[in-house]
């Protein structure tokens, strides 16, 4: 695909300044996948990566100026982080993190768009944790590989690109499973 796409633009990797990735948080294996071809393909290129939060991703994609971002983490968690923009530049308020939904990060202030299918799957308990706090909430929103792009060619330019070999995903969880004690009673 990645060389098919190429040759419609008739371009090389070479050509290109970078490769970003979505580096997480997310599911372990897409992680893994994202950043492993990321890393073939700039290291057989001899060009930079750059790793972009899928929350900051979907900060973007949000449109706001202030965005808690929510991704259903399962297990009966979230990933969160929020986020303001100033310019075109982001800057974590709370940084990547995994929470229970009730336990989140509170919000300073009362202008805040929520967004991401952690709110989807846990809407009754982050609306009650931010009652107050929110403009409105999208929940079907999904960090997508367009805002990815955004933010990495505004890294690239900063000269945030790494080398291939240190390119690495975003964990925030360290448990990938319940034991069959640990999971709810249904």
């Known amino acids: 695909m990645v060389d098919a796409l190429f040759v419609s633009q008739n371009l090389k990797l070479k050509d290109m300044d970078g490769i970003a990735f979505g580096a997480g948080p997310g599911s372990f294996t897409g992680l893994r996948i994202a950043c492993g071809i990321a890393q073939g393909l700039a290291f057989g290129a001899d060009i930079p990566v750059l790793g ?29 982080a929020t986020y303001e923009q100033r310019g075109s530049d982001w800057y974590a308020v ?3 993190g995994m929470y229970s939904p009730q336990d989140a990060p509170l919000l300073s202030s ?39 792009a955004v933010l990495a060619a505004r890294g690239f330019e900063q000269g945030q690109g790494i080398p291939a070999e240190q390119a690495a995903p975003l964990y925030v969880r360290d448990k990938v499973a319940l034991r069959v004690d640990e999971r709810p009673l249904r």
């Open 94 to 96: 709370d940084e990547p």
């Open 110 to 148: 009362n202008d805040w768009v929520a967004c991401g299918s952690g709110f989807t799957v846990y809407r009754a308990a982050l609306e009650q944790r931010y009652r107050g706090h929110l403009l409105k909430i999208m929940e079907t929103l999904m960090p997508h590989a367009r805002e990815v």
């Open 52 to 80: 972009v939060s899928t929350l900051l991703a979907l900060a973007e994609a949000s449109g706001a100026d202030r965005a808690v971002c929510c991704l259903d983490a399962r297990m009966e968690k979230i990933y969160h």
